[in-house]
């Protein structure tokens, strides 16, 4: 079975800072990858997601995100932090191919200061 | 509007007094499922639903009923609720019940067992 580690549960940064948001996960084969993120008082947005081909992939709203098999990891970037911003992020797994029974993170929410 | 719809937003209800909360989406999705988000643990996945008449259990199953007679409606039933219930719930649907494919959620329902 697959497993998603977000090992922060809270980040801070300064508004037009840079942001890396960690996602590590556990799947014998390559997974497929997702990050959403869930402004406050509303479902879950993707915001982009991954299932093969070029490692680095773009989303919505100035979103990227790396894919690194050799470390497991699928970490969210942004390289200039909008107040608007301030929300939770939850990444996901989903197994490649087969029916789809994605496990999510735990969740990390991104604090903005001005 | 492409959307899920579920209702209400919000209940405040009693232990053992039944209740339904519906979900309903209108892009002819295959798949939908349910899922509580609690603080701390991320969403975990109630029930989830591959087509008409075809449900099977998440992760926490445990309190909760499900049924599928229309592709469009998903409700999830508390036929005893009990205080531990008390959580966000999401609706979510997706295309079909293949991991590729983007899961589109609900706005949330938050529910508070006295």
């Known amino acids: 079975a697959q497993s998603v580690t977000q090992p922060d549960i809270h980040i801070t940064v300064s508004e037009g800072a840079s942001l890396e948001l960690r996602c590590n996960y556990s799947y014998g084969a390559t997974p497929y990858l997702f990050w959403y993120v869930q402004s406050p008082g509303q479902g879950l947005q993707l915001l982009l997601k991954y299932f093969s081909g070029d490692t680095l992939v773009q989303g919505i709203k100035g979103f990227e995100a790396e894919f690194k098999r050799s470390q497991s990891s699928f970490n969210l970037r942004k390289p200039s932090v909008h107040w608007s911003d301030a929300a939770e992020y939850f990444c996901?797994?989903?197994?490649?191919?087969?029916?789809?029974?994605?496990?999510f993170g735990r969740g990390t929410s991104l604090i903005v200061h001005p | 509007e492409a959307q899920v719809t579920q209702n209400p937003r919000y209940l405040i209800t009693v232990t053992g007094k039944k209740l339904t909360v519906t979900c309903s989406q209108n892009m002819n999705h295959e798949y939908m499922s349910w899922y509580r988000q609690d603080p701390g643990l991320g969403l975990r996945q109630i029930y989830y639903s591959m087509n008409v008449e075809v449900t099977d259990k998440g992760d926490v199953p445990e309190g909760y009923k499900v049924s599928r007679k229309e592709k469009r409606n998903f409700p999830l039933i508390l036929e005893s609720p009990s205080p531990n219930q008390t959580s966000l719930y999401f609706c979510?649907?997706?295309?079909?019940?293949?991991?590729?494919?983007?899961?589109?959620f609900g706005p949330g329902t938050r529910l508070t067992v006295l």
């Open positions: 996901a797994v989903a197994p490649s191919g087969g029916s789809y029974i994605p496990t």
């Open positions: 979510a649907s997706s295309l079909t019940p293949t991991s590729g494919h983007e899961q589109f």
